[in-house]
């Protein structure tokens, strides 16, 4: 049972074009979300994450929006870079981030010069 | 403080052999999560402690694995008899006391170790 599904495996966009990504959940005792972004060979780093009391949280070139009534958030990334190819999974956790968390299976990300 | 690190960071063993990995956490985090990634998966969870306690262990965490943290800081991940199907990056990540100002806790994640069992 895949609590946390991110449904595209890869997406490639134009270098200054926004990026879309997105991410579905199952778990409605589900109340923190966060975004990392993976390099091969390395561990998962942190970029954004948003409480299920918001809607929307900002991070300079990074915006994740949280839709609670459809179980769904994205992240945009405005403009995107080269440097910002990478895998980015979508995580979620509840108890306000205390519990452990639940990941989807990643979605890969090309940015085009 | 330079984030939370992981030793080693590769490891290849011959199947049957017992391997053990450290995690040195965030210094002020009291929360310590172990996590196994395979290819074309996201993380999965395997145990977490707080402080010293363990207090949960996936169903994926079978009798050949045992993690401790023992004084609240650093944790051992150690995997007896290995098997094939154990090569995975195994991943240790770290999170605060939840503070007024900030409500959540956010997992930091080290660099992983990749086992490789032959």
């Known amino acids: 049972d895949q609590q946390v599904k991110q449904n595209s495996p890869s997406l490639s966009v134009q270098e200054g074009r926004i990026s879309i990504l997105n991410c579905d959940y199952t778990?409605?005792?589900?109340?923190?979300f966060l975004w990392y972004k993976k390099y091969p060979a390395e561990g998962p780093t942190f970029l954004i994450s948003i409480s299920s009391i918001k809607d929307k949280n900002e991070d300079g070139r990074f915006t994740v929006f949280l839709n609670k009534s459809a179980k769904h958030l994205s992240l945009h990334i405005v403009p995107s870079q080269p440097g910002d190819s990478a895998v980015y999974f979508c995580?979620?956790?509840?108890?306000?981030?205390?519990?452990?968390?639940?990941f989807g299976k990643g979605t890969k990300l090309t940015v085009n010069p | 403080d330079t984030g939370v690190s992981q030793n080693p960071r590769h490891k290849i063993t011959k199947r049957g052999q017992n391997v053990t990995f450290r995690c040195d956490p965030i210094s002020e985090h009291n929360r310590l999560y172990w996590y196994r990634q395979t290819l074309g998966q996201g993380p999965e969870f395997l145990t977490y402690?707080?402080?010293?306690?363990?207090?949960?262990k996936s169903r994926l965490l079978s009798d050949r694995f045992s993690a401790e943290r023992p004084k609240g800081s650093f944790s051992t991940l150690e995997i007896q008899r290995t098997e094939q199907g154990d090569s995975a990056m195994y991943l240790c990540a770290s999170s605060g006391a939840k503070k007024l100002a900030q409500p959540q806790e956010t997992q930091y994640f080290g660099p992983g170790t990749r086992l490789l069992v032959l």
């Open positions: 995580a979620a956790s509840g108890k306000g981030g205390s519990e452990k968390l639940v």
């Open positions: 778990n409605s005792m589900f109340d923190y």
């Open positions: 402690f707080q402080n010293e306690a363990q207090l949960e």
